[in-house]
């Protein structure tokens, strides 16, 4: 294809000498470059703060900056000299910011001063700190039920600004926590605890030294997670096969160069990183991961036919679980055609993996959003934890399994109460520790909370962080729902566009980011985080912050629960907020497993939360783990119809979530531009289109379920891809207008982001 259309092929590594231009770039764009290489060098040191990117955890020991180009631009886009003042809000309306795409919106800088929306002038003005803290606390009064009220948190937050957070909405009386990870990994979070009796990964980065299998499924860590490259490439050059089940060919998980690595810098050498790639259907993988079972079933019956022992662990399934020969009749019971039908795979291929399973002693399965974000997301992470069981891969050195979070606190968030279910060990913490009782009731989930403000059964909402009108599905009936509001409350970096969706009020505050310092009234503090492998550690920032009117989240958080809770339990509030450590005595009071917190985050690199899975400790009903049977093999929306292609969404190399740092997508090839779609050339010429159509993808109902009417993504460039035909790929959030909120997994109710039913038609 021409070089002008920003379409080409990408023919490097990932990673490699690219990476470390595309960081030079992300500084040069945001700050200068001395202070940019400076901030940089301090990252995801011991005593450095802790890298916004990822949730991936820090090696033990690293004194060596651990490169990374993703979490370069995240720390440049929050450390930018760019400023978004009151000034800057004068010269611009509501209205004209609305007209402006995601990245220019954000591109306006860090806030400097609290704000509210002047509906005189469509323009947000300044405003002091206890004035909005005031309004904040007259409308929450003046609600009839303390349930109209929402509280949503994007996993940025530290432990200690959440704790704060949830501890206040419980004491004004809800449970109405929506939270970015009901949007990410709630399929992992409501599916692993029936499994394993916990919704946590339980592998060390130490196992993976260990493993002599690593399945990686559904996730792209060369753009997501890049440190966990430096990871895969050592255990690819130990000889550890890796297998991929993936509809696209990532770059990264094909062949990436280690920008750690002197030699293969110097002569543009790469190492190989899947040895199996499956490029299975969108939304095949529960069909899939059931076929590898079978295999693996078929092997151990050979085995034992030969006068062998079997393949299976028969003292683990024994000893540890349930459910064993209900799973084995429903695979036995599973057609293989049907299994290939629905997987896209061919049965040899499935075979092939389940020989090298029944062969690796420890095999660890990572996987991320391909696997959540679908209808069967709950069953795709019960049928991984199936496998694992079958061989006893849990509670051994180089076993486990492995969900790759993605906010880098978003784990640690729910730990410590952002949890719209509301445990009763939680309930029971609070009440010893703060004498009050706090709400019962399941709360909203993120879709529940729209669907609630669409409905006008709640009228405020507060958000801590995030974009979440932008990041939930159907704009057109989420954007409608938040001009609804009451009163809505953004507590930001940032500007964005749920900011702009004005409610009857809205107000805008500003708070600090990680990288900065972070002074109270007993001194400079430090927070800390949860990463994906539950070590928890402290971060310190030391930056001069954006502006001196801006505050910290917990800061912030406190300011509202002293203006709303007038005094009510006595909570000390200020005091906590003085010094970061008394919060950290209130949630070593409250919840288990974080005994001695803040003498234990003082050690380099924190400690580890008990992970009973870990060690053959299964905390389920009956102390057991559960072999989960998804029963046959469920069809996905294509069945809707003809033509209809299922669609799943991406992130691009170049952003974070909402927030668009660049138009390219280097490895796949996509330059200055996001208004393309992946498809099948096939699938293409079968409607009589080639590659660089102009086309129009248009939403196709599923079992009723629709985006608000008109739900058409219209004009993009169509790119001939190595996808199964009958899949296509396009940008997060863009095509989210695609994507009926009712359409989420039934079971979490994680919106089926990654299986959304569309038509492709020439545009026009
Ligand atoms: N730089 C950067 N880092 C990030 C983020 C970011 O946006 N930018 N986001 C953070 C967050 S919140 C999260 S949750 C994580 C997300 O990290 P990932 O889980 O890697 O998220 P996605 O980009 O959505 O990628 C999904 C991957 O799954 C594949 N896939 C799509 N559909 C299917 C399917 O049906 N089956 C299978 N097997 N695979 C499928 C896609 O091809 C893609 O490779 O990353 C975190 N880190
Ligand atoms: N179609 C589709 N939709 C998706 C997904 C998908 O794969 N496909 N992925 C889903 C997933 S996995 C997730 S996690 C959600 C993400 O949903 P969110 O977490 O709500 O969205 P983000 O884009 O991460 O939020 C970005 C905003 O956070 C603010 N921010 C940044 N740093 C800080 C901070 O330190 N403190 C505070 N208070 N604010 C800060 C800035 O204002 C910035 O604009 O999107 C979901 N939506
Ligand atoms: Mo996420």
Not at 69 to 97: C, D, I, Y
Not at 630 to 640: C, H, L, V
């Amino acid at each position: 294809m021409a070089n002008d259309s920003g379409i080409r092929d990408y023919a490097h590594p990932a990673g490699g000498w690219d990476a470390l231009g595309a960081v030079a770039k992300a500084i040069h764009g945001q700050m200068n470059a001395i202070s940019g290489t400076r901030i940089m060098l301090r990252n995801n040191q011991p005593h450095g703060f802790d890298c916004p990117g990822c949730a991936w955890p820090d090696p033990k020991h690293t004194s060596t900056f651990e490169f990374c180009e993703n979490g370069a631009k995240a720390v440049t886009w929050e450390a930018t000299r760019k400023r978004a003042t009151p000034e800057v809000f004068q010269r611009h309306s509501v209205t004209e910011l609305l007209g402006w795409n995601d990245h220019d919106i954000e591109d306006l800088g860090r806030l400097t001063h609290p704000m509210a929306y002047d509906a005189a002038t469509d323009r947000y003005v300044a405003i002091g700190w206890d004035d909005a803290f005031a309004r904040i606390a007259a409308v929450l009064h003046a609600l009839p039920s303390p349930d109209m009220a929402e509280f949503y948190t994007s996993g940025r937050a530290s432990n200690e600004a959440a704790f704060l957070y949830q501890l206040f909405v419980r004491a004004y009386g809800t449970n109405n926590f929506p939270d970015c990870s009901n949007m990410c990994h709630e399929a992992t979070s409501v599916g692993l605890p029936r499994s394993i009796g916990i919704g946590k990964g339980t592998v060390s980065l130490e196992d993976f030294d260990q493993a002599d299998l690593i399945l990686s499924i559904g996730h792209n860590p060369g753009t997501n997670h890049p440190r966990m490259m430096t990871t895969l490439h050592a255990a690819s050059r130990r000889g550890t096969p890796i297998v991929v089940l993936n509809p696209l060919r990532e770059r990264a998980l094909e062949r990436f160069a280690a920008p750690q690595d002197p030699l293969e810098m110097a002569t543009f050498g790469a190492t190989q990183i899947a040895s199996d790639y499956l490029q299975v259907k969108v939304g095949g993988d529960a069909a899939a991961l059931k076929g590898i079972m079978k295999g693996v079933l078929a092997l151990d019956a050979n085995d034992l036919a030969a006068g062998g022992p079997g393949v299976l662990d028969r003292d683990f399934i024994a000893t540890h679980t349930n459910g064993f020969d209900a799973l084995v009749q429903d695979l036995h019971a599973t057609a293989w055609p049907d299994i290939e039908r629905a997987s896209g795979l061919d049965r040899p291929a499935m075979e092939r993996v389940a020989a090298l399973y029944c062969h690796a002693r420890s095999t660890i399965v990572a996987f991320g959003m391909g696997i959540t974000q679908h209808r069967l997301g709950t069953d795709n992470v019960q049928q991984i934890s199936n496998l694992l069981m079958l061989r006893g891969n849990y509670g051994r050195p180089g076993a486990g399994i492995c969900p790759l979070r993605g906010h880098s606190n978003v784990q640690g968030n729910r730990t410590v109460g952002i949890d719209e279910k509301a445990p009763l060990a939680l309930r029971q913490g609070i009440e010893r520790v703060y004498g009050f009782v706090p709400p019962a009731e399941c709360g909203h989930d993120a879709g529940e909370a729209i669907e609630a403000i669409a409905a006008g059964r709640s009228r405020f909402l507060m958000c801590l962080g995030g974009n979440l009108a932008v990041a939930m599905a159907d704009p057109g009936r989420t954007f409608a729902a938040m001009r609804r509001l009451e009163l809505a409350v953004h507590i930001a970096t940032k500007p964005n566009r749920s900011h702009l969706l004005i409610g009857r009020q809205s107000l805008l505050l500003p708070c600090l980011g990680r990288t900065e310092l972070d002074l109270q009234a007993g001194g400079a503090q430090s927070i800390t985080v949860e990463d994906s492998m539950s070590m928890v550690h402290a971060s310190t920032g030391r930056l001069p912050p954006p502006s001196d009117q801006v505050r910290s989240e917990p800061a912030i958080v406190a300011g509202i629960a002293k203006a709303v809770l007038a005094g009510r339990y006595g909570i000390d509030w200020e005091g906590m907020v003085a010094d970061y450590d008394r919060i950290r005595d209130g949630i070593e009071g409250v919840l288990p497993g974080f005994e001695r917190f803040n003498q234990r985050i003082r050690q380099p690199g924190g400690f580890r939360l008990p992970i009973g899975p870990a060690e053959r400790v299964w905390p389920t009903a009956s102390g057991r783990a559960a072999f989960i049977v998804m029963p046959g093999i469920q069809e996905d929306p294509r069945t809707a119809g003809d033509q209809v292609l299922t669609l799943t969404t991406l992130r691009s190399h170049d952003q974070y979530n909402t927030t668009i740092y660049g138009f390219d997508d280097r490895y796949r090839g996509i330059v200055g531009r996001r208004d393309i779609v992946f498809v099948n050339a096939d699938d293409l010429a079968a409607q009589g289109l080639a590659a660089g159509d102009r086309v129009d993808l248009e939403a196709a109902p599923f079992e009723g379920e629709a985006p608000a009417p008109g739900a058409v993504l219209r004009n993009l460039t169509a790119v001939a891809y190595d996808i199964p035909r009958g899949c296509a790929g396009a940008y997060y959030p863009e095509a989210n207008v695609l994507v009926a909120l009712a359409h989420r997994d039934p079971q979490s109710g994680t919106p089926s982001y990654k299986s959304v039913p569309v038509r492709l038609r020439r545009a026009g």
